[in-house]
């Protein structure tokens, strides 16, 4: 029987979509950029919507499908750190009720990500 690859087709859409918003909205993905890191913070934010648009391709292409799995994995743990930042500032600037809880629900459900993504690259 073969797999399916309706996983990995969704998972490069959401991250192609997601690639797609740094440019269209980066406003939002600005804040979550760390000040200690070097360069303005909008550089960040289009090089990591480079980053996703590229996993997403990666992840849409049957030849680096089982790579794109990988780097998929490796994102969605890489940019945890800035959904905690994103999360502890709407904590402490007091930000809508629904805003913060949002910001916390987030950080549980990155991990199904990684699980999703190296599930794709287990079964390219």
Do not use: C
């Not at 399916?4 to 269209?24: I, T």
């Amino acid at each position: 029987m073969a797999i399916s690859q309706r996983p990995a087709h969704a998972l490069a859409g959401m991250l192609a979509l997601g690639g797609l918003m740094h440019f269209v909205k980066p406003k939002p993905y600005d804040a979550q950029i760390p000040a200690s890191l070097p360069g303005s913070p909008r550089a960040w934010t289009y090089a990591s919507g480079v980053a996703e648009i590229g996993v997403a391709a990666a992840i849409a292409a049957p030849r680096t499908r089982r790579l794109g799995g990988l780097a998929a994995a490796l994102l969605f743990v890489g940019i945890f750190p800035a959904n905690v930042k994103m999360a502890v500032d709407a904590q402490r600037k007091q930000a809508p009720a629904k805003f913060r809880a949002i910001t916390l629900a987030r950080l549980p459900l990155q991990w199904p990500l990684v699980t999703w993504a190296l599930k794709v690259r287990d079964n390219a």
